[in-house]
């Protein structure tokens, strides 16, 4: 999760989410992040440590969700 997120400054942490894992909606992305408390447009370094392991912990539930 983190690895997409610094990417191109310019790039919304959705925009990155969605580019490393296709197999996950945008729609599904912003559900996540709006679940966080935070906008669609948000850039991934405004999320702190701990929001990056509900993220990701949110990531790998539907991953697995989708692979069950």
Known sequence: ???PAP???D???VNGLTAAYPQIAKDEFLS???SLGHRPDVR???LGI???VKLSD???D???????
């Open 58 to 60: 949110l990531i790998f």
């Open 50 to 52: 701990e929001e990056f």
């Open 7 to 9: 990417g191109n400054p």
């Open 11 to 13: 790039k919304t942490l």
């Open 44 to 46: 991934g370094e405004k």
């Open 32 to 34: 996540m992040l709006d």
């Open 1 to 3: 999760v983190v690895h």
């Open 62 to 68: 539907k991953i697995n969700a989708t692979n069950n």
